[in-house]
């Protein structure tokens, strides 16, 4: 019960769904949270419930500047970050013939760019310090095929590449980057399709476990791959999945 005590974590997408859990875990471990998305009030609320020193902080991942001052802000506020955890990020259920540029812009942006931008903001300090933790989430469908989710395929599967080169360029600072990948979780984000009963069935027939991960699954992971006990782990995809992948 304190294996990340006292150490600033940063979480992005906080203020639902597995951000939610993901932060809650980290502090029933000791760590301070610098919670991070567009929505403060519902922010403001989590860092009230969590405490032990968790605060809100306003952040959208698709600006840059955001992301710049948001970190700079976290810093000067609660010191260094030890751990970055890149959550942020949706899908959107779109046959491909229909995707606008639009469609494709907003998933990019918001999974991929915002990420990349997030973890440089992160390592341009943690790389002076030659520490740090930075575990990005990704999905299975950064592996095998969802139908309908063509974009987010392929911004998850950027997100892998990612996390490998950045791993590689920054290990020699003692900085790791690795990814988590989860299968389906009931989320606000997912929650309207899992409600679907021929989907649920069809989801949970591709899942050997026989069941939707949980918060509490991936934050298992996350947490490994976060502490000290994982530090020669680097540029790697922790698969959450049940068993899809091995199918
Ligand atoms: N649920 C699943 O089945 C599943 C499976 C595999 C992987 N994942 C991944 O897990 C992560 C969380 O998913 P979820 O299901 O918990 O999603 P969700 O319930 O839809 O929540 C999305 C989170 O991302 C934040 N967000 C959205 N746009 C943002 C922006 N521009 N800037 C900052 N934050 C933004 C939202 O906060 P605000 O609206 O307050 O900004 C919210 O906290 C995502 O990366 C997703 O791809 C989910």
Do not use: K, L, Y
């Given at each position: 019960m304190g294996m990340f005590k006292d150490q600033v974590v940063v979480v992005t997408g906080a203020s639902k769904g597995l951000g939610v859990g993901l932060a809650t875990a980290f502090a029933e471990e000791g760590a301070r949270l610098a919670l991070c998305s567009r929505s403060f009030d519902e922010l403001t609320r989590l860092a009230d419930q969590i405490g032990k020193g968790a605060r809100p902080y306003y952040l959208d991942v698709r600006d840059v500047d955001s992301i710049r001052q948001c970190f700079a802000t976290i810093e000067r506020e609660?010191?260094?970050?030890e751990v970055l955890v890149n959550n942020a990020g949706m899908g959107n259920p779109i046959p491909a013939v229909d995707v606008t540029e639009a469609d494709w812009d907003w998933m990019m942006d918001l999974n991929l760019k915002g990420t990349f931008f997030c973890c440089q903001e992160a390592a341009k300090r943690m790389l002076g310090r030659k520490r740090g933790k930075i575990v990005n989430i990704s999905s299975q469908a950064s592996v095998v095929a969802i139908e309908h989710e063509s974009v987010y395929c392929a911004s998850k599967g950027g997100l892998n590449m990612l996390t490998k080169t950045l791993a590689v360029e920054w290990a020699p600072s003692n900085v790791t980057v690795n990814a988590v990948g989860p299968t389906f979780i009931r989320t606000p984000g997912t929650a309207e399709r899992l409600d679907d009963p021929a989907t649920a069935a069809s989801i949970l027939s591709r899942i050997p476990r026989g069941r939707y991960a949980t918060a509490e699954d991936v934050a298992s992971a996350v947490l490994f791959l976060a502490s000290?006990?994982?530090?020669?782990?680097?540029g790697t995809l922790l698969l959450v999945d049940g068993g899809w992948t091995a199918l």
């Open positions: 609660m010191g260094p970050i000290d006990g994982a530090s020669m782990i680097t």
